[in-house]
Nanobody, 122 residues
């Protein structure tokens, strides 16, 4: 599975971005997909995950602002990010896990996209 993350950019605080994780090589239907982020000097952290059955998990720090969704027809997973804050600034990565269940540890996932930069100015 090859993953391509896109949609990052520079936005003012309070703005919105929509990240996309497009897959090639295999359907994502049976994979769990997660979005992680990593800010400079910090560890990579799980932001949101969606399992193959559609169940989702979201970090407390973004709850109520970020939404993960799966577009099966496009073989893509989106992360809608609203009410962005400067502390959301990071490189965002999507990852796919073969088990279909979601987990918060990066080691849980088998395939990774290249990352897309999100910068939120105050």
């Amino acid at each position: 599975v090859q993953l391509q993350a896109s949609g990052g950019g520079l936005v003012q605080a309070g703005g919105s971005l929509r990240l996309s994780c497009a897959a090639s090589g295999r359907t994502l239907d049976y994979y769990s997909i997660a979005w992680f982020r990593q800010a400079p000097g910090k560890e990579r952290e799980a932001v949101s995950c969606i399992a193959s059955d559609g169940s989702t998990s979201i970090a407390d720090s973004v709850k109520g602002r970020f939404t993960i969704s799966r577009d099966r027809s496009a073989n893509t997973v989106h992360l809608q990010m609203n009410s962005l804050k400067p502390e959301d600034t990071a490189v965002y990565y999507c990852a796919a896990g073969r088990t279909g269940a979601y987990g918060r540890s990066p080691g849980f996932y088998n395939y990774w996209g290249q990352g897309t930069q999100v910068t939120v100015s105050s």
